[in-house]
């Protein structure tokens, strides 16, 4: 058994003497068969501790007298390779033998060669693939030997073909049997020859890619075309693993895709990646093979050329990504949005592989900075993240230093430069000060300050004489669902409205952080800079009353959550959001910008039935829509999938994007109640609030500071919560709903509270006669009745908020209608019964 060395949480270069070795063929374009790197090493004795160190340019698996080392997959992972290049540490003294001992590796293309971007382009780090390793042998006394020397043999085998996004290609009749231990005959394999590498090699920051988990088949489908196609039933990354009998030369081919539309899988979301995998049989009884050097974000695979019966051994779906620890659970008493909050963590999982992604399964798989930026506290929650964006903002700092900005994507593999852009570069500021709020460590904002420091300077240089980001291209609210297909960054709100408010943020961040670092001068300067941005925006976007232009939810959502108005603009915004999200039936418009802020907005200016509202809604385009539609993952798209169950042509429909899955820190903090108060929740707030009709939840989080746990049940009149907190913290516990509004301070334990909960506000139900102005102020009823209008008064505006809605009820208002319109009154009288008076909370406190 080997075991592989734990990772640092820092940046630790390795003292490297080992030569990088490649192959003699030159591997530029073409995706050729992995290369097979072997050499025999003679021990006289075996040493008191022994450390294989391995790196390559590619991906390497490494083994060692016959037996594959450690259970990392996909090494060293995808780092800026010129700069930084991570090496694996293992320490394989329990498989090391007196006499002849064989180190071997394969290494496939990878990040570093292969195909990535939708330009079709290969081969962004390197022209040749490259092995490079290091055996550390130390005696009992300390004394240590490094071997390192180049007399590497090369060959192929069954590996034919490597690529992330096009799939693996292996033929088993040519894996060379025992190439990997003592006692083969390499004579015809061919000497390794050296190659430079230019990048510092360094200890991993993070934990490796692993195997996590495995599904078997949900289903086996056989299509109306005739294809056999396993439905794993949840959308993953990671590949298939098949076993069985498979005759001598034949050809098994596995597709992968992430839907199915008319019975068939629909391979459209992929567009030009192929994610087929093909393995060709040897004959032998028991074969098992899985690919090692790609990975397919997929539910479905159309398996050809099977011979056998498909049984429960057959086919598993091997999930892949970051082997990082889950810190956070959110549940309730909603299904759907239980579901919704699962999708998100599979999002997560799915796109942390090696580098926080966009989507897993087509032609990016980039690490898009803005996606990243926009989930960044819910990931934080989710899992410990410190150690796989850690690293990643060590790629972001050392490519910003070598070309003078912040990427788009990083590492960047995009052909021309990225110019700052709100959202998308301004991560460089946004995701320490997130990963320092979470885990509390300084060092984050330490190592991270040169580059959060030269990206806020930049665009300082670029602002107005106002203080406004007014100039330069800008993404926006990047997918508002009323953008034009073909031109996402394209939506309702002003550009520079979005990128001016975001950089009121991050300076406010920047400034923060030079606090935090004792840096007083640079402090200073930031805190005045984002004073004139603030006031710059509030000059050039809003009113005195607090309208914000644009008039969207995404516009007064920025304006309300990044602090940019004064109090009494601040109510009147919210109130105006309100509004508009009540216009819109509680669908969403939002995109990447407004979609992680709009709830909060709500929230925090006394609308939470309006954030429930939206949150609850099950039409398209809304948070809930896709999990109605039997979604496993959070999608690009709102409509990803149309209502009539057809793919979104567009072109940008992935069904595995993270991004707009940032509700979940919403959901946290507010249905789950759990605020940091201080970094790494040294103190917290906990204060749930109920609403949508919930009775109950519970949240789980294991902080730096130890777990959190908060339960909270109301009904019957009654509340019920159960709070632990870890020793050392303290918080402040608001109780739900509760009749005597207690705010209680807590410290290191368990504590639990029942009590009778406020019923004050609930008054007379609605009826009929009800003037709509009434049934208007109640989001939850007025929301449900603009359901009944639209399906059977499409097109009819009714406005709760015109005058004359205070003189006319619903039975007046049908009176108005000529004949009967067949449904409309029993629908009316069936939701005005359903309906309770007072806020969706209430609702549930008579549940
Ligand atoms: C990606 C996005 C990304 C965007 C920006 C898309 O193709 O999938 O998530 O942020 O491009 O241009």
Not at 24 to 35: F, K
Not at 155 to 183: M, Q
Not at 540 to 552: D, L, P
Not at 661 to 672: C, K, L, N, P, S
Request: contains cysteine.
């Amino acid at each position: 058994m080997t075991a592989q060395i734990a990772f640092e949480r820092h940046p630790v270069t390795l003292d490297w003497h080992a030569p990088f070795i490649s192959p003699v063929t030159d591997y530029s374009g073409e995706t050729t068969p992995a290369t097979y790197f072997r050499r025999d090493i003679y021990l006289e004795r075996v040493p008191h501790q022994a450390v294989l160190r391995v790196t390559a340019v590619g991906v390497v698996e490494p083994w060692l007298n016959g037996e594959r080392v450690g259970d990392e997959v996909l090494a060293p992972g995808w780092t800026s390779y010129r700069n930084r290049l991570i090496a694996s540490s293992h320490d394989i003294t329990a498989v090391l033998r007196v006499g002849a001992n064989t180190i071997g590796a394969v290494v496939a293309d990878g990040w570093a060669l292969g195909r990535l971007g939708w330009e079709n382009k290969t081969n962004h780090f390197a022209d040749r693939r490259a092995l490079s390793v290091q055996l550390e042998l130390t005696d009992a006394d300390g004394s240590t030997e490094v071997l390192s020397d180049d007399s590497w043999a090369t060959s192929t085998g069954g590996t034919l073909a490597a690529s992330i996004y096009d799939g693996e290609h292996f033929d088993a009749r040519l894996e060379p049997v025992g190439w990997a231990a003592p006692g083969f005959d390499a004579d015809a394999w061919t000497p390794a020859e050296i190659t430079e590498w230019p990048a510092e090699v360094q200890a991993p920051m993070s934990e490796p890619i692993r195997r996590i988990e495995e599904l078997a088949p949900a289903a086996v489908i056989r299509t109306p075309a005739g294809s056999t196609v396993l439905d794993f039933g949840q959308e993953i990354s990671g590949w298939v693993r098949l076993r069985g009998l498979i005759p001598d030369g034949t050809v098994v081919t596995l597709r992968h895709a992430e839907w199915m539309t008319d019975g068939e899988v629909d391979f459209e979301t992929i567009r030009t990646a192929k994610a087929t995998d093909v393995y060709i049989g040897n004959g032998a009884i028991d074969q098992q093979w899985e690919p090692r050097f790609t990975f397919h974000g997929f539910r479905y695979v159309q398996v050809d050329g099977w011979v056998g019966a498909i049984n429960d051994d057959t086919f598993r779906a091997v999930v892949v990504h970051t082997d990082m620890r889950r810190t956070g659970w959110l549940t309730t008493s909603n299904p759907l949005l239980n579901r919704l909050h699962e999708n998100v963590v599979w999002s997560m999982r799915d796109n942390f592989v090696g580098v926080p992604t966009d989507c897993p399964q087509r032609d990016e798989r980039l690490g898009w900075t803005g996606d990243i930026n926009a989930f960044a506290p819910t990931a934080a929650f989710l899992h410990d993240v410190r150690g796989v964006l850690g690293s990643w903002l060590q790629d972001l700092a050392v490519e910003q230093q070598v070309k003078g900005f912040v990427p788009w994507v990083v590492p960047d593999v995009l052909s021309s430069a990225s110019s700052p852009t709100a959202l998308w570069s301004d991560v460089a500021v946004s995701l320490p000060w997130t990963l320092y709020q979470q885990y509390g460590d300084q060092k984050i904002l330490g190592r991270a300050y040169s580059s959060m420091t030269t990206f806020v300077r930049t665009v300082a240089e670029r602002l107005d004489d106002h203080g406004v980001w007014s100039t330069g291209f800008q993404y926006g609210d990047w997918l508002d669902p009323d953008a034009p297909d073909d031109n996402p960054a394209g939506g309702k709100t002003d550009r520079h409205l979005v990128a001016t408010a975001y950089f009121a943020k991050v300076t406010r961040e920047m400034a923060d952080t030079a606090a935090v670092l004792g840096r007083r001068e640079d402090e200073d300067e930031f805190r005045n800079l984002a004073q004139r941005v603030r006031h710059g925006f509030r000059r050039e976007y809003t009113t005195q009353a607090g309208r914000v232009t644009s008039e969207t939810a995404t516009a007064y959502a920025l304006a309300i959550v990044f602090d940019l108005l004064d109090d009494e603009q601040r109510q009147h915004a919210g109130d105006r959001l309100a509004s508009v999200v009540a216009k819109s039936g509680y669908t969403i418009s939002t995109g990447f910008a407004g979609t992680p802020l709009v709830t909060d907005a709500l929230s925090s200016t006394g609308h939470s039935d309006h954030a429930y509202l939206l949150l609850m809604q099950e039409r398209c385009p809304s948070f809930l829509y896709p999990v109605t539609m039997g979604a496993t993952t959070i999608w690009e798209r709102w409509d990803s999938i149309r209502p009539d169950g057809t793919i979104n042509p567009s072109g940008m429909t992935s069904l595995n994007h993270y991004a707009l899955g940032a509700v979940a820190d919403w959901m946290h903090r507010t249905i789950g109640g759990l605020t940091a108060t201080a970094p790494g929740y040294r103190r917290m707030r906990i204060a749930p609030v109920p609403g949508g009709g919930l009775t109950s939840a519970s949240l789980q989080h294991d902080t730096v500071s130890g777990r959190v746990e908060v339960e909270w049940e109301i009904g019957d009149g009654q509340g019920h919560v159960v709070v632990t907190v870890p020793d050392g913290t303290t918080a402040e516990v608001v109780l739900p709903l509760d009749a005597e509004h207690r705010i209680e301070q807590v410290s290191g334990g368990t504590h639990e509270w029942s009590y009778p909960l406020d019923t004050t506000g609930e008054t007379e139900p609605f009826t009929m006669d009800t003037p709509l102005s009434q049934l208007g102020a109640d989001a939850a009823v007025w929301s449900a009745l603009t359901d009944v209008f639209a399906k059977h008064l499409p097109g009819v505006p009714i406005d709760a908020t015109a005058p004359e809605a205070a003189g006319i009820s619903l039975n007046a208002m049908l009176g108005y209608i000529p004949g009967e319109i067949d449904g409309l009154r029993a629908d009316l009288e069936q939701t005005i019964a359903a309906s309770m008076k007072g806020s969706s909370a209430k609702e549930a406190v008579s549940a």
